[in-house]
């Protein structure tokens, strides 16, 4: 079965610069989510987007913007990185918003240097 | 409080034992919950989903929830030393944002 795929898998920038993230969802998917973990943390919810509109948005820097396309794929966008946002970070879909399960993706580190 | 607290671990059992992780959550109005299995560096993987009072087995893995106690529990049978991992308790307290417990590491002793 088709998992939701993350691009790239691994990324290193160096502060100051930014970083685009992107996730395509599982097919028929319509609800996309955004987390960041760091070491020995738990996943902490960053934003969603069902039908292409930003559904609900957690801990998100406002450095971070994010969008969902006509195509469902959503991208992070990560402005004037710091050391700190240096974590891995996951998005995961679902069939429709609310309380589904969430299907999540390989993640993509990131590594601020 | 956190929103979603587990037993803090971490958690060891022989191979073969029966392994036993608990969570609780403080919304009252939650109806869905869900067992997350973690490798290390890895992404979480749904294990179990539970919506109605009562236990659910799926294999080896029970999950049971009691709305009224606003617990839920997973119950790991034949421990293997595959199932070595982080669980992680998740609950969508508000709109779509899943709430993670802390997790409980869990190493199975073969």
């Known amino acids: 079965a088709a998992g939701v795929i993350q691009s790239p898998r691994h990324l290193i920038k160096e502060k100051r610069e930014t970083a685009t993230l992107k996730c395509y969802p599982i097919p028929r998917h319509d609800t996309v989510y955004w987390y960041q973990q760091g070491p020995g943390q738990d996943p902490q919810f960053l934003i969603s987007?069902?039908?292409?509109?930003?559904?609900d948005k957690g801990s998100i820097p406002d450095r971070f913007s994010a969008q969902q396309f006509s195509d469902y794929h959503s991208e992070l966008n990560m402005s004037s990185l710091e050391l700190g946002d240096s974590a891995l970070y996951f998005c995961a879909s679902s069939r429709r918003t609310g309380w589904d399960e969430q299907y999540f993706g390989p993640g993509t580190r990131l590594t601020v240097t | 409080q956190k929103e979603v607290e587990q037993n803090s671990g971490p958690l060891s059992v022989p191979e073969g034992a029966i392994a036993s992780l608990n969570c609780t959550y403080s919304?009252?109005?939650?109806?869905?919950f869900f067992w997350y299995r973690q490798y290390s560096g890895k992404s979480p993987e749904l294990i179990m989903s539970?919506?109605?009072?009562g236990d659910k087995e799926d294999g080896r893995f029970t999950a049971q929830l009691n709305k009224a106690s606003q617990y839920v529990s997973l119950l790991i049978r034949d421990s293997q030393p595959s199932d070595s991992a982080t669980y992680l308790c998740?609950?969508?307290?508000?709109?779509?944002?899943?709430?993670f417990g802390t997790g409980t590491s869990l190493t199975v002793i073969p």
């Open positions: 998740v609950v969508p307290l508000a709109g779509n944002q899943f709430y």
């Open positions: 919304d009252r109005g939650s109806q869905s």
């Open positions: 539970i919506y109605s009072n």
């Open positions: 987007f069902y039908e292409k509109m930003q559904s």
